[in-house]
């Protein structure tokens, strides 16, 4: 395990009027999540309805949880599987790149009916619906990075529901093919952020490598906006703004 597999970038969304905090924990799934009053138990059945449809959809179909590839949609696979099917397919990458951002998103829809405010984070990938008159600022960890916690983005309650998805080759233990310290996709399609962020993560091993990780975010139908910091250097597109 890595140096960075406590979660302290757990505090690194800053919001208001949130009167609960809560975790969830599934097996591999991590939840963090604020909402406007403790719905754990929603939350625990939903993150173990989706997991089951994900994990029943494996056993028949192995290749999903191990290939790096896109795979061809299923029109007869749970609701959950044709989301990050169609995340890796637009990504590039194998559907599994996706799970964080779909989960968290799956379970944030679901606590949706019962609060008007939810925050979830699985991983460092973010699912957010707030209220317009809200504020949300996301600080971004960049593990080493000079950069590191030193740029927040700032989005707006009208602009959410919103995915907020960061992957990173130095941080964490998910695997990824290139370096960059952190990658951050925005999207109202959690998933796809999720597969996007990898995606452009896989192509970063130097300073050089940000504007192909942006040129990979500019192409992709759905995201919104890309943060791509690797060392002391960083680049962004997008609608996107940052404090």
């Known amino acids: 395990m890595g140096p960075y597999t406590i979660r302290t970038y757990r505090h690194s969304v800053s919001s208001s009027g949130y009167h ?7 097996r591999e799934t991590d939840l963090f999540i604020r909402a406007d009053s403790d719905l754990s138990d929603l ?27 896109p795979l061809a949609y299923d029109r007869f696979a749970p ?10 397919r637009s990504a590039g990458v194998g559907p599994m790149a996706s799970v964080a951002g779909a989960i968290s998103q799956k379970v944030g829809i679901d606590l949706l009916q019962h609060t008007k405010n939810v925050i979830i984070e699985n991983g460092g990938d973010i699912f957010a619906a707030v209220e317009k008159e809200k ?9 080493y990075s000079p950069l590191s916690n030193k740029v927040s983005l700032k989005i707006k309650g009208s602009d959410t ?37 990898t995606a452009a993560c896989n192509v970063v091993k130097s300073k050089a490598d940000i504007p192909k990780a942006i040129q990979i975010a500019q192409r992709t139908g759905g995201v919104k906006g890309v943060l791509a910091i690797k060392d002391d250097q960083m680049g962004v597109w997008g609608d996107i703004e940052l404090e």
């Open 20 to 26: 609960t905090n809560f975790q969830i924990k599934v």
């Open 161 to 197: 529901p919103v995915g907020v998805c960061t992957s990173s080759g130095t941080v964490g233990g998910s695997f990824s093919f290139g370096t960059a310290d952190a990658i951050t996709i925005i999207s109202e399609d959690a998933a796809l952020a999720d597969a996007v962020a």
């Open 43 to 69: 939350a625990f059945k939903s993150v173990f309805r989706h997991r089951g449809f994900l994990e029943a959809y494996i056993k028949m179909n192995p290749e999903f949880s191990s290939s790096f590839i």
């Open 79 to 88: 609701a959950i599987v044709q989301q990050m099917l169609n995340a890796g």
């Open 135 to 143: 504020k949300l600022h996301i600080s971004v960890f960049a593990g």
